[in-house]
């Protein structure tokens, strides 16, 4: 297992500066935020893409994941939280074909910068979207993304969240066992199972061999709130044992987006406790 840390705890920075400073924390990875300040995939521009390239060569750090799950930059007024339309199960076909196009890009930039996966979510069944309808739209919207992905060799990992469409990791399951694509599985975020209540051996175990990132944070009782770890309540120890049991060797990343006043200082710490489990 490898420690990586997500440049969206660094929105008040470049990507430069925060690949700079994930680099010198320690990190042997580093998860690039898919939307701004960092980089939007609005569009894929070759010169602007081989030079975050060189930055992440010039400092010898991998990237766990790209990280497409939101998208600030396409509202003018986006709310500071995040933000998951336009999505794939969105009602309007103008906003699930801009999501589309969005993924599509981002699987472009992964394969650009040497990214093995890339990470979505299924966004929010909202008014006029009832449950039958967005699984068949999501299915709908995926299998030619998943055909692009499968040409390139980039994974997909679908994000379970609490209160979105795919949400829990029996459905996240159905769902791959139901397109039947290699290249997709999960973005498996450990905290929002906790939130949930999902029994993690269980789960980790649902999703073996499927699993292309996991995203790491404490979690204070089961609030939905990103803290560093060793400052919440999370089980380290049987964490690192269920993640062992199932011969897990890909990145863990933190994701730290509620210290954007002191992301510095968050992936420092996070790095100190971190080191102690893995």
Known sequence: ??????????????????????????????????????????????????AIRRQLEKHRIRVSNINANCTFGFWKHAPPEPYFEPSLISPLPALR???????????KFADAVGAENISITSGKALPTMPPEKAMAQIIEG????LDVAQKLNIRIGMECEPMLFIEWATELRQLIDQIKSPMLGANLDIGHSVVLGEKIPAILKLLRGRIWNCHIEDIPGRKHYHLIPGEGDMN???????????????????ELYTYPDQPVHAAQKSLVFLRKIF
Not at 13 to 31: F, K, N, P, T
Not at 101 to 106: G, R
Not at 142 to 145: D, G, H, M, Q, R
Request: hydrophobic share 50%; net charge positive; aromatic share 10%.
């Open 1 to 50: 297992m490898k420690l990586a840390f997500s440049t969206n705890a660094f929105t008040r920075m470049s990507l430069a500066r925060a690949i700079h400073e994930i680099a010198a924390a320690g990190y042997s990875g580093v998860e690039i935020l898919a939307d701004k300040p960092h980089w939007y995939p609005g569009a894929f521009v070759a010169s602007e893409v081989l």
């Open 97 to 107: 074909a801009a999501r589309k196009k969005m993924i599509l890009n981002t699987l």
């Open 142 to 145: 995926l299998k030619p993304i």
């Open 236 to 254: 380290w120890r049987a964490l690192k044992t269920a993640l062992s049991n199932i011969d897990y060797d890909r990145f863990l990343t933190v």
